[in-house]
């Protein structure tokens, strides 16, 4: 089982380069940032809030994309639970 990393969020409009592994240089907009520590190979993990998923890790910039904005892509739907 993984390690738990928490973080704070930092930024709701971050955007930047980021070199993937094979050394390709891609630029991003709107992404969210928060403070967690990751290593490589956590991109495309979930990020989380409590129990609720709200990102998927993209950068080691601490950089994810806010769920909403692969709900489409993914043809997912959100499903919210109260606790």
Aim: proline share 1%; with cysteine.
């Amino acid at each position: 089982m993984g390690k738990v990393k928490c973080g704070t969020l930092e930024s709701t409009n971050w955007r930047g380069n980021i070199v993937s592994s094979n050394g390709e240089t891609q630029y991003f907009t709107n992404m969210r940032q928060a403070s967690y520590s990751e290593i490589s190979g956590d991109s495309s993990e979930p990020i989380f809030y409590g129990g609720t998923a709200i990102g998927v890790h993209r950068a080691d910039t601490g950089g994810y994309t806010h769920i909403s904005k692969i709900e489409d892509s993914f043809n997912l739907d959100a499903i919210f639970i109260e606790n």
